[in-house]
């Protein structure tokens, strides 16, 4: 059964800094790897999709890694703002639907 | 990117009473919607896959009698949570692919439906 973990829990930083969430699952056997942003009290924002066959993606200050054999993805954020406050979640998909980590809850401190 | 649409974003209903939210994708046909419920705090959770024309898969502890599952049409899939308990109190939200765009594509996500029964 596929598990995903998302560490740290929550991250606290002050604006301008990079930072890095990470991501692992159980099996490598996955279609893809989806980082996604949620705001309180709202749905799901697909932020970055990466195939099993990609290393990485990127969309403007966002970095998404994956390392599939190792069952790892990170997600670089450059220079922090306020607004990127919020909790992002990653998911896999594999034979399942989509698996999701418990997430990790961003505040950025201006 | 495509849009999957849901309805309501809040309600509130009292215990003992149905309440139906719906799922649907605006610019594509969605033959497969997938519903999720999210306690505070913790990961979403599957519940069902819905399949337009024939009946919704149900994962495991999940009662289907109790949430009812619809895909009527390709757009549209709803979800009936019936005599509804303060313990259904959560955050429902629905997702779907485009199958044009192949089966390893991104999801889309509805956005999201909170419950609250009193």
């Known amino acids: 059964k596929q598990e995903v973990t998302q560490i740290p829990a929550a991250l606290s930083v002050p604006e301008g800094e990079n930072l890095v969430l990470n991501c692992s699952f159980t099996d490598s056997a996955i279609y893809n790897l989806q980082w996604f942003r949620q705001d309180p ?8 999709l990466i195939q099993s066959s990609q290393r990485e993606q990127t969309s403007g200050r966002l970095n998404a890694s994956l390392d599939k054999s190792s069952g790892r993805s990170t997600l670089y954020i450059a220079a922090s703002q306020p607004g990127d406050s919020a909790t992002y979640l990653c998911a ?12 990790t809850r961003l505040s950025v401190i201006a | 990117g495509a849009v999957v649409s849901q309805h309501p974003s809040r309600v509130i ?9 719906e799922c649907r994708s605006l610019d594509f046909q969605a033959t497969t919607m997938f519903w999720y419920r999210q306690f505070p705090k913790k990961s979403l959770m599957l519940m069902a896959t819905s399949n337009e ?7 495991q502890g999940v009662e289907k009698d109790k949430f009812l599952i619809n895909h009527a049409s390709l757009t549209l899939s709803t979800l009936t949570v019936t005599s509804a308990h303060p313990e259904d109190s959560s ?13 390893d594509t ?13």
Not at chain 1, 41 to 48: H, M, N, Q, V, Y
Not at chain 2, 106 to 117: C, N, P, S
């Open chain 2, 53 to 59: 024309g024939s009946k919704a898969t149900y994962e």
């Open chain 2, 91 to 103: 955050f429902y939200i629905c997702s779907a692919r485009d199958p044009s765009r192949g089966f």
């Open chain 1, 92 to 103: 896999v998909s594999g034979n399942t639907p989509l698996v999701f980590g418990k997430g």
């Open chain 2, 13 to 21: 209903c009292k215990s003992g009473t149905s309440v139906k939210i």
């Open chain 2, 106 to 118: 991104e999801a889309f996500f509805g956005q999201g439906t909170r419950l609250t029964v009193v």
């Open chain 1, 41 to 48: 009290g709202k749905g799901l924002t697909s932020l970055l």
